[in-house]
């Protein structure tokens, strides 16, 4: 049974800081890309950040560069995103997602999604 379970969500005031990290089983985490989506109130989920299957490279979205890093470790199938110089826009439910393509097909999982709330 795959699973992906996100953790480390909460409400931290701007200019904090927050560790998202997500537990993966039931498939083969290191065949995975994986990436962290985020979606806040009447908006579309959007990606975050991802990082490639052994964790070689990395790629960020404009608004999160230079605050964010995303990171792996494949002996334990864990991904995590440490977020730094937090701001209110940054608050939205965030995503674990994992994805495989094959020239025959995508596999995605996804979590149930973590809340992070950014106020004063």
């Known amino acids: 049974q795959v699973q992906l379970v996100e953790s480390g969500g909460g409400l931290v005031q701007p200019g904090g800081s927050l560790r998202l990290s997500c537990a993966a089983s039931?498939?083969?985490?290191?065949?995975?890309?994986m990436n962290w989506y985020r979606q806040a109130p009447g908006k579309e989920r959007e990606l975050v950040a991802g990082?490639?299957?052994?964790?070689?490279?990395?790629d960020y979205a404009d608004s999160v560069k230079g605050r964010f890093t995303i990171s792996r470790d494949n002996a334990k199938n864990m991904v995590y995103l440490q977020m730094n110089s937090l701001k209110p826009e940054d608050t939205a439910v965030y995503y674990c997602?994992?994805?495989?393509?094959?020239?025959?097909?995508?596999?995605?999982?996804w979590g149930q999604g973590t809340q992070v709330t950014v106020s004063s």
């Open positions: 039931g498939f083969t985490f290191s065949n995975y890309a």
């Open positions: 990082i490639t299957s052994a964790g070689g490279s990395t």
């Open positions: 997602n994992a994805l495989l393509r094959t020239p025959l097909r995508e596999y995605a999982y």
